[in-house]
């Protein structure tokens, strides 16, 4: 991996790290909202990228819907 690589990694990342925490805030009553929430939402929405990605290839349809059901699986998010 180059520094651009990293750079545009860290961009995504730091996309996903805001987006949780906005959903997290939105959607959980203040003196509800921990650290341990945050932590689930963000990783919840990188299974949900990986899954996406999966998702947009060009292949069989019933293969990319097994596939990401299987990463969603593995990682305990579901729909």
């Known amino acids: 991996m180059t520094n651009k690589d990293y750079v545009v990694v ?10 949780a925490h906005k959903d997290v805030i939105k959607n959980t009553p203040s003196f509800l909202v921990t650290k341990e929430l945050y932590e ?3 990783a919840q929405l990188i299974v949900e990228k990986c899954a996406g990605i999966i998702e947009s290839q060009d292949v069989d349809p019933a293969f990319k819907l097994r596939m990401s059901w299987a990463v969603k699986e593995h990682f305990g998010v579901e729909e």
């Open 10 to 19: 860290n961009e995504l990342i730091g996309e996903l790290a805001k987006q």
């Open 40 to 42: 689930q939402k963000f």
